[in-house]
């Protein structure tokens, strides 16, 4: 083998692993192993589960979404983009006014594996000062796709923040969806200490309309059978 095609080997072997290291590795490890990331309630008592949404907050959807909380009395966090959240003011206001608990799916939702340790920092920085002006005491923090790097780790540590993943989805973002498929999957997989993960903004053109469709019927079903929506702090976390 020529010599400038095996070290070219090696280079790409060893950007291979540092680029696992950096963020490949952190990412299945926080969603999948860490005991620092919460991904259920540790030690629900009963029939506790958390409601969360992300990619928040959206002028057309977020009220609709507070709507339907307040409807049937539910507290909720949302995670909310902070660039979408120093355009909507009012709307983190009536979050905090209405009992929500308010935390960070970072500055601009992008992907921690296609950013640099510069770039998460700004990101972190930007994030906070925003917050902080809304009146908001973050304690909680989602990683955007659930996709971390070590820096994204480094940041919350500093921060203070709660890593928050979920382990339930019903694929509310996606395209082609009916809000009765959302009801059903949401109905198949939530149990005792559930983290649901909706979304009030983004995914497909005009799929938070059939989350909130979806809402309005699961949530009513959830309590009858003696589910009790909880905020993190309730639970000591
Ligand atoms: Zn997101």
Redesign the pocket.
Known sequence: MKKAVKWGIVGASTLGVLYSWYCVVPSFYQKWVSRKAIRRIPRPEGKEIVLTF??GPDPRYTPKVLDVLKKYGISAHF?V?AERAKENPDLIRRMLEEGHEVGL?AYA?KNAWLVTPGYVKRDFAKSAVILRELGVDCKYY?P??GYVNQETLKQIQAAGYQLVMWNVMAQDWKRNQTSREIVRRLLERVHEGSIICL?DG?GAPGAPKRTIDALDSALPLFQKIGYRFVLLKETGI
């Open positions: 992300d990619d995670f983009v799916h939702h989602r955007p796709w979304h983004g």
